[in-house]
């Protein structure tokens, strides 16, 4: 089975960093996705991590550690609109499904 | 279209009526899936279709709920003899395969009154 942990809700000040925790257990491990889903929309692609270490994607940046069953979400220079829910989801690979995490509502306040 | 089609948009039923959703997913992705969420809730997921393989039926909350992939495009989600609990948005995604990017539709937002 699968099992994901990460914070509910975080809050974080605009300008500053924020890191969104995610643990993980599952059975067989190919990868991990981010995604962001702002209120009443649907949720959007943000990485995918295969390998450990850390991918930077502008503002954003993901890290993986295939061994300790975690992986973070980092936010830089934090805007207002950056107010969303992230989702951590790993995937086993081959024809299982990819697995949500339930999210982290972070809430960006000036 | 280019992306992920859910439709209706919004459907509103009365209680112990029977309701379709339909997900029209993006052309040549072998995935599709479908989660429910509640206002201020997590995705839940329901089920899972990958290519000709066993759908993963594992989500679905009582045997009210049942889902078909048409020829390996086209989803139609049922939920027989709605009950207000069913109120949720009802998303769709699809993906070319479990190792890359899903994409999401914009939901279909069931109440049940």
């Known amino acids: 089975g699968q099992n994901i942990d990460q914070p509910t809700e975080m809050t974080a000040t605009e300008g500053a960093i924020v890191q969104i925790n995610c643990t993980y257990q599952?059975?067989?491990?190919?990868?991990l996705f981010w995604y962001q889903q702002h209120a009443g929309e649907a949720p959007t692609f943000l990485s995918y991590n295969v390998l450990d270490g850390l991918e930077e994607k502008g503002r954003f940046s993901s890290f993986l550690s295939r061994s300790k069953g975690y992986s973070y979400l980092l936010l830089k220079e934090l805007q207002m609109k950056d107010s969303a829910s992230y989702l951590c989801a790993p995937y086993s690979g081959g024809y299982q499904k990819v697995t949500f995490g339930t999210g982290t509502k972070l809430q960006v306040i000036p | 279209g280019a992306g992920v089609s859910q439709s209706p948009s919004n459907k509103v039923t009365e209680k112990g009526k029977d309701v379709e959703l339909r997900c029209d997913p993006i052309?040549?992705?072998?995935?599709l899936y479908w989660y429910r969420q509640s206002l201020g809730q997590g995705l839940e997921f329901l089920i899972y279709f990958q290519g000709n393989s066993a759908p993963d039926k594992s989500g679905l909350p009582s045997d009210r709920f049942s889902a078909e992939r048409t020829g390996g495009s086209v989803s139609t989600l049922t939920i027989q003899r709605t009950q207000q609990e069913d109120s949720a948005v009802y998303l769709c995604?699809?993906?070319?395969?479990?190792?890359?990017?899903?994409?999401f539709g914009q939901g279909t937002r069931l109440t049940v009154v």
């Open positions: 995604a699809s993906s070319p395969g479990g190792n890359t990017e899903a994409f």
């Open positions: 052309s040549g992705h072998t995935a």
């Open positions: 599952t059975s067989g491990f190919n990868g």
